[in-house]
């Protein structure tokens, strides 16, 4: 007789278990992550080092930060996570300052470039100074688009006027493979 029969009372502790783990797998908080965060306020080109900043354990973010090595490529404010698009491994000549300028689209960071300002009239020549490729915009290959370079101490008037009013052009080598 089937109603005389014991109940499935293992069945039942095992249906238990499995939606108990379930819950706790989807509800427990996630483990976690160490995270790099900027100490003090930071400068645009200046060199990352470990006393800059601090490492803090936050739960996961979903996102990784960088390490402190390379340069920054804009300003940053103490208390910001240091991502990688912070953060260019280009090393920049001392004394070299950053500007923002027109990048060809294939130019990558750490490669050497040239400037070229274009004659605002009729007369005159180009002319041609020293620079380097030190973060690019995200744009699309070979298109045009913002970046930031840095020029001699000596160029840096003569290219941000170029670059504010367009007469700025930048040429990369061509990186080696």
Same mark, same amino acid.
């Given at each position: ?16 278990? #499995?939606?108990? #783990? ?53 300003? #940053? ?27 060809? &689209? ?50 840096? &008037? ?20």
């Amino acid at each position: 007789m089937l109603w005389l029969q014991r109940p499935p009372y293992l069945r039942w502790a095992a249906a238990i278990a #499995l939606v108990a #783990l379930a819950l706790w797998s989807e509800f427990a908080p996630p483990p976690p992550a160490t995270l790099t965060f900027l100490a003090v306020d930071v400068a645009a080109g200046t060199p990352l080092t470990e006393d800059l900043v601090e490492r803090r354990q936050v739960p996961a973010p979903g996102f990784a930060t960088a390490e402190p090595t390379g340069v920054a490529v804009i300003d #940053l404010a103490a208390g910001e996570p240091l991502v990688a698009s912070m953060v260019s491994e280009t090393v920049i000549p001392d004394g070299w300052l950053l500007i923002s300028a027109p990048m060809p &689209g294939h130019a990558a960071p750490g490669l050497r470039a040239s400037g070229v300002i274009l004659p605002s009239g009729e007369d005159g020549a180009p002319i041609t100074f020293p620079a380097l490729v030190v973060d690019v915009g995200a744009g699309e290959a070979f298109a045009d688009d913002s970046g930031t370079l840095a020029v001699p101490p000596e160029w840096l &008037g003569p290219a941000a006027a170029a670059a504010g009013s367009g007469r700025l052009v930048v040429g990369v080598e061509s990186p080696t493979r």
